[in-house]
């Protein structure tokens, strides 16, 4: 990551690094706007030579942008696994969310309890998992608007990739996620 100052304005550039051979990197990223109560969770997969595996969303009702950040972690995780992929870095732009995890330990009266402690159970499944933070993109208010209508071209272009793929594994899983998150 590069930091630059430009006329007195902050700006700062992100790029994206492939995890080492043997490992999928699963880019997760949860928007909720409180004005509408919308909300939705999403993410990618990658291989360690940045090769596409899959993509996923999710549109949800939930109550704060951590608690959306926290469920595509979740549904990240349960994709990679159902998948077979043992060795995970999972990267999400939200710092709170990632040290809720990487603490491993969170109180049953805290209200996230439930997802941190799926989360954290999942990764018994795994050979290795990391959950990292990593810089994202700074979008103006309007940015769960902006990432709805990302995740409905992600799953136009996921689906037009497994119809050209004639995958049939994948297109199950794609049809069962599709059947419950395209629903606004």
């Known amino acids: 990551m590069e930091e630059h100052r430009d006329n007195s304005k902050f700006r700062r550039l992100v790029w994206w690094t492939p995890p080492p051979k043997g490992c999928v990197k699963i880019n997760c990223d949860g928007a909720y706007t409180r004005n509408g109560k919308k909300a939705a969770a999403g993410g990618v997969l990658r291989d360690s030579g940045g090769e596409f595996l899959f993509a996923f969303s999710r549109v949800l009702r939930v109550g704060s942008s951590v608690e959306a950040e926290l469920f595509a972690i979740k549904l990240g995780m349960e994709i990679g696994i159902s998948m077979g992929y043992s060795n995970l870095i999972v990267e999400s732009d939200l710092l709170s969310a990632i040290q809720l995890i990487n603490r491993r330990v969170i109180q049953q009266t805290h209200q996230f309890y439930a997802l941190v402690s799926s989360i954290i159970y999942m990764a018994v499944n795994v050979h290795h ?56």
Not at 138 to 165: G, W
């Open 129 to 184: 998992i990391t959950w990292n933070h990593a810089y994202g993109l700074s979008l103006s208010s309007n940015s769960p608007i902006i990432f709805l209508n990302f995740l409905q071209i992600s799953f136009f272009y996921l689906y037009v990739r497994i119809k050209l793929e004639q995958c049939i594994t994948a297109k199950c899983i794609f049809f069962s996620y599709l059947n419950e998150d395209i629903s606004y």
